[in-house]
């Protein structure tokens, strides 16, 4: 178990665990950024559910930035799924091939829920490259 200290933006929180702070990056999924339509309802999602709670963390993998690339449930809710399936998060397959988040994903879309409400949502990491 972690608590959450910080959330940085819709797929990315800090926790503190054994006496440290660590920052976790979510596994499977990418928010729109803070500047997107979306980011700031991402942030505030992931914020609403985690900030000052206390956490499980499912480490999966390290990235380039030294974050823990993980799953994290908050009692038995799959944060990542629920990103996805709020229609707050894209399916990251470039990454992923989580059946879960597909299904997710494929719901949201379906209900034009969050990001799917738009006419042509642009996925974060093309505006990150712009």
Known sequence: ?????????????????????????????????????????????????????????????????????SRVYIDSIDLSVALVSAGLAWHYTRYSDDQLLTRA????RKKRTGIWSQEMPVPPWEFRRR
Do not use: N
Request: glycine content about 10%.
């Open 1 to 69: 178990m972690a608590s959450v200290t910080r959330v940085a933006d819709g797929d990315t929180v800090t926790v503190f665990h054994d006496g440290g702070s660590t920052r976790i990056r979510l596994e499977g999924i990418d928010t729109p950024e803070l500047d997107q339509p979306f980011g700031t309802q991402a942030h505030a999602f992931t914020s609403s559910r985690v900030l000052g709670e206390e956490v499980t963390i499912s480490v999966r993998d390290v990235d380039r930035y030294g974050r823990l690339v």
């Open 105 to 108: 994903e494929v719901e949201a």
